[in-house]
């Protein structure tokens, strides 16, 4: 599905749409975004700090937006105390989403219960079912399947092959990338008496509130009794496993590969980083920053950044890998001393058996 050209626009009509100062003439006319390196004579590119000077120096764009105080070089520029963020505003009038074309694929089977707004696209291939409902202006992609009884909100998008299981509730202007699955059953199972795994019933549902988007093959599984709930705002990226009864709050980061076992609760705004583990029934507090590939086994306090396997604070974990980098010194001296006083083990040298450099 094409997006529709986008006209380009005066440079002061875009200051205006930010309500940022203006530098040089406002009557540059921009036609699109694009990054510093690249940038043509009729795209607006973005500076964050002094560090981009040279790199702003030799930019072929037509204008900038960057930090009050930084040489412009006589360049056209918007000034802005958040670069990054009013570049990311204009990119989305230059990249609105494409439109939903109202309607039912002829090749997509929809239960005669099942309510679709007549603004609401079903693409091809597609299956809705039993009193599942889809929201006026929400597009699904080919190849989604709505389980019995899924609720989907207004103005969402589902791409491809996305699948949500019975029960799912999805709210307003939510995006799901390919792949994503909703619902699935949780990983829970018990031994019997024999030794053997018996599965636990997955009796709960999903509930993703709005303006949520999760990325690519990612997955939310159902609650085991209650909800897994992601909250209003929240941002998963590709490859995210969320377990049965998870709750995030409210602008929630979770970053790709990570994993959170059953039951974790993740508070308002805090940010969980690629390939980091996060054991059940643990709190991860408000603004808490969980750094890449950590392993999580015990509650994180709001505010608290943790790296590190098993986790350790911030600072703690710096003090240890900064040990680590000088342990092929401290051993060598060791074994020196050990030397000294006739203590080295017959036939070890003078580098030991531990194979440091």
Same mark, same amino acid.
């Given at each position: 599905?094409?997006?529709?050209? @986008?006209?380009? *626009?005066?440079?002061?009509e ?12 406002g ?5 699109? *975004?694009?990054?510093l ?9 973005f500076?964050?700090?002094e ?8 930019? =072929?764009?037509?204008?900038v937006?960057l930090?009050?105080?930084?040489? =412009?070089?006589?360049?056209?520029? @918007? ?24 309607? @039912?694929h002829?090749?997509a089977?929809?239960d005669?219960t ?8 079903v693409? +091809? ?6 009193? %599942? ?10 190849g989604? *399947?709505?389980?019995?009884?899924? %609720? ?10 996305? /699948? ?6 999805v709210?307003?202007? /939510?995006?799901? $990338?390919?792949? *994503? ?13 024999r +030794?053997e ?19 690519a ?5 159902r ?14 990226d ?15 980061? /979770? ?5 959170? +076992?059953?039951?974790t ?5 805090? @940010?969980?980083m690629a390939?980091?583990?996060? %054991?059940? $029934? ?11 590939k ?5 509650? /994180?306090?709001?505010?608290e ?10 600072? +703690? $974990? $710096?003090?240890?890998?900064?040990a ?11 074994? %020196?001393?050990?030397r ?11 580098e ?6």
């Amino acid at each position: 599905m094409e997006r529709p050209a @986008i006209p380009s *626009v005066r440079l002061a009509e875009l200051a205006a749409f930010l309500g940022r100062p203006l530098e040089g003439d406002g009557e540059v006319e921009i036609a699109g *975004v694009a990054p510093l390196e690249s940038a043509g004579p009729r795209e607006l590119a973005f500076v964050r700090s002094e560090a981009f000077a040279e790199a702003l120096r030799r930019t =072929r764009a037509g204008a900038v937006i960057l930090p009050p105080g930084l040489d =412009r070089g006589g360049r056209s520029a @918007i000034l802005s105390p958040h670069p990054g963020l009013d570049f990311a505003r204009v990119a989305q009038r230059f990249a609105p989403p494409p439109p939903a074309r109202p309607g @039912i694929h002829p090749s997509a089977v929809v239960d005669p219960t099942a309510r679709i707004d007549p603004g609401a696209s079903v693409g +091809a291939l597609c299956h809705v079912g039993a009193r %599942a409902s889809v929201g006026a202006r929400s597009l699904l992609f080919a190849g989604v *399947v709505l389980y019995d009884e899924v %609720a989907v909100g207004e103005d969402c998008v589902l791409h491809a092959r996305c /699948v949500l299981r019975e029960g799912t509730r999805v709210g307003d202007r /939510v995006v799901l $990338h390919p792949g *994503v699955v909703l619902g699935a059953d949780g990983f829970a199972y018990v031994g019997n008496e024999r +030794a053997e795994l018996e599965k636990v019933p997955q009796l709960g549902c999903v509930v993703i509130e709005d303006d949520v988007e999760i990325g690519a093959n990612s997955a939310v599984d159902r609650g085991s009794l209650g909800e897994t709930r992601i909250g209003r705002g929240s941002k998963i990226d590709n490859l995210v496993q969320v377990g049965h009864n998870c709750r995030l709050a409210e602008n929630v980061i /979770v970053i790709s590969q990570a994993g959170l +076992a059953g039951s974790t609760r993740v508070e308002r705004g805090a @940010i969980v980083m690629a390939q980091a583990g996060v %054991a059940g $029934h643990l709190t991860i507090g408000a603004g808490a920053y969980v750094g890449p590939k950590t392993g999580v086994h015990k509650d /994180v306090a709001p505010g608290e950044r943790v790296y590190g396997s098993p986790q350790r604070e911030q600072k +703690a $974990h $710096h003090r240890v890998m900064g040990a680590l980098t000088r342990l092929p010194q401290l051993l060598r001296r060791v074994r %020196a001393i050990e030397r000294h006083l006739g203590l080295s083990p017959a036939g070890e040298g003078p580098e030991g058996a531990a194979g440091e450099g």
